[in-house]
């Protein structure tokens, strides 16, 4: 819940007040006509610059070529349908988490000075693309703002949605090895994009792939409505991935971190390519952007933030990288931020964790890293229940994706969250295929996808499901102070009984009725299990203490 909180309140925001832009970003240089879409057969879509179709695992496969407005154009009509969801999905959440309409008005000015500026930042051609996105955009959401600053806002979402936050953040974990720790020697890396918007957010998962009129072929794991990159390849072989960092709240804008990322994609093919590109950008928030080459056969990590930038790579022959949610680089070994992060979240477990999974596999493959992806153990494989942030797997993840950049190669997980199989790609046989603009043609290599996680067929995961609607109904239950049944909260912890969070819940419950020694019982129990950060672990010894004093009142 709360990780979702950070980026309602920033969409929040974004539905008070738009008003700082409001011309169109130059485009006369650009072609403005990519003509009409064309039917080819159900969820399958075609244009003379691009094509979109729905694969057999339920992945969008999106095509795109010519100049930046052609780009935003094509993808626009193409996925008109997918964007007015997203977009939909948005809103939803904002209007169910933010409900007050005082507390956006009271957030008006602050918007109206933070995006002033923003597009200054960004690059021209990337204003161009967004705006021929939201040609296509919905005009039911025009109360929120127009078509185009509402979309060039919604861009800065993952940097605001971490910024803005209450102490935790979006847990993503991500890693490369290549040497002596893979199978073939070659550079493999492996990422989780675990950024939540709620779920109707996470149901269109897209792979975009681009043929831009200047720079290099790219492919991005994506949703509909984004020109940045969170997570992608270029045919070079060079990739990117992004991870939050701990952020001071923002109060200007400047280039979000994923049209960062999309840049370096788009124009980079060494690491060194890479590093210049982030040195000509501000950003306004804390990002580690992990860069993988083929070129260079190896990965790093580009630390940045409003103030400073910092690159981090291990010593030689060490050969393994990983990256979580704090900084690892010279210019943040005594940040505040970055210690307060060290001590408080669970990025360092997760990171320990993936450290402790390499160490135990004897040689990498795809297959191995799509099991470490997916893993949902702690340290030691304790239990931490379904849903707990310590697990590289927190079954909530948007995407998760495999590159081999040497190959080529990448492989994207089908829903649900990373369990679904990892289907694979090679991009130089994909923009071979996608030059002839045939509908028909298969991108997938079916022979090197992996198959699905069997836990997905599990009752484990159908009681998690439940679990995780109950949840949040109970959620809703103590904020509004309503009942629930004695037999519904046994009900739910059975459902997830490793979980501390369950335990926790209850408690809040029976505190909330005054029922304060089944309170305590409960928090107790919570306690015994492993609980996610350390301020979660302070919040229930203070919530003990209070029942033991309410307890010896009476």
């Not at 509402?150 to 803005?164: E, S, T, V």
Request: hydrophobic fraction near 40%.
């Amino acid at each position: 819940m709360r990780r979702s909180l950070r980026l309602i309140c920033y969409l929040a925001l974004c539905s008070t007040s738009c008003a700082g832009i409001r011309h169109a970003p130059p485009i006369a240089n650009y072609n403005n006509h990519v003509g009409d879409r064309v039917e080819v057969s159900p969820d399958s879509y075609a244009l003379p610059n691009g094509l979109l179709r729905k694969n057999s695992h339920g992945i969008w496969e999106l095509y795109v070529a010519g100049d930046p407005l052609e780009r935003g154009l094509a993808s626009g009509v193409l996925t008109e349908e997918l964007l007015r969801r997203q977009e939909a999905a948005f809103v939803a959440q904002v209007q169910k988490l933010v409900p007050a309409r005082l507390h956006q008005w009271l957030l008006r000015g602050f918007l109206k000075h933070f995006a002033r500026r923003l597009p200054n930042h960004i690059p021209p051609a990337y204003l161009a693309e967004i705006y021929g996105l939201s040609r296509s955009a919905s005009d039911t959401f025009n109360f929120i703002a127009p078509p185009y600053p509402r979309l060039l806002y919604f861009h800065a979402a993952h940097d605001i949605g971490h910024a803005l936050q209450d102490l935790a953040l979006v847990g993503c974990t991500s890693f490369a090895a290549w040497g002596n720790h893979t199978a073939d020697g070659k550079l493999l890396i492996g990422r989780n994009f675990d950024f939540y918007a709620g779920d109707a957010f996470s149901e269109e998962k897209v792979i975009a792939f681009i043929k831009p009129d200047r720079g290099y072929k790219h492919a991005m794991v994506t949703w509909a409505g984004m020109v940045g990159a969170v997570s992608g390849m270029n045919e070079k072989g060079l990739t990117v991935t992004i991870n939050a960092g701990k952020s001071a709240i923002p109060y200007t804008a400047k280039m979000p971190v994923s049209l960062l990322t999309r840049e370096i994609l788009q124009h980079a093919s060494t690491i060194d390519e890479a590093i210049y590109i982030a040195r000509q950008r501000e950003v306004f928030v804390s990002e580690s952007i992990m860069v993988g080459s083929a070129a260079d056969g190896k990965a790093i990590l580009i630390e940045v933030s409003p103030h400073k930038m910092g690159i981090y790579e291990v010593p030689n022959a060490t050969n393994v990288l990983i990256c979580a949610n704090h900084f690892q680089s010279e210019p943040y070994r005594s940040d505040k931020r970055n210690l307060r992060q060290l001590d408080e979240s669970h990025s360092k477990y997760r990171f320990d964790r993936m450290s402790e999974l390499i160490a135990s596999t004897a040689k990498l493959t795809p297959t191995a890293a799509a099991a470490m992806l997916r893993n949902m153990e702690g340290i030691d494989d304790t239990n931490l229940g379904y849903g707990n942030e310590k697990a590289i797997n927190q079954l909530l993840a948007h995407h998760a994706v495999i590159f081999q950049p040497e190959d080529r190669r990448m492989w994207v997980a089908a829903a649900p969250y990373q369990l679904g199989a990892f289907v694979a790609y090679d991009l130089d046989d994909v923009f071979e295929r996608l030059a002839a603009l045939d509908a028909n043609a298969m991108l997938a290599v079916d022979s090197l996808t992996i198959p699905a996680d069997p836990f997905a067929r599990s009752a484990d995961f159908v009681n998690y499901e439940k679990f995780r609607v109950r949840m949040r109904n109970l959620e809703a239950a103590i904020e509004a102070g309503t009942t629930v049944s004695d037999a519904e909260l046994r009900d739910l912890q059975q459902l997830n009984p490793a979980f501390w969070k369950a335990n926790f819940l209850i408690g809040e419950y029976y505190r909330g009725e005054r029922r304060y020694a089944d309170a305590l019982h409960h928090y107790r129990l919570a306690t015994g299990k492993e609980v996610t950060t350390k301020l979660d672990s302070v919040l229930i010894q203070k919530r003990i203490m209070k029942c033991k004093r309410m307890i010896e009142r009476k």
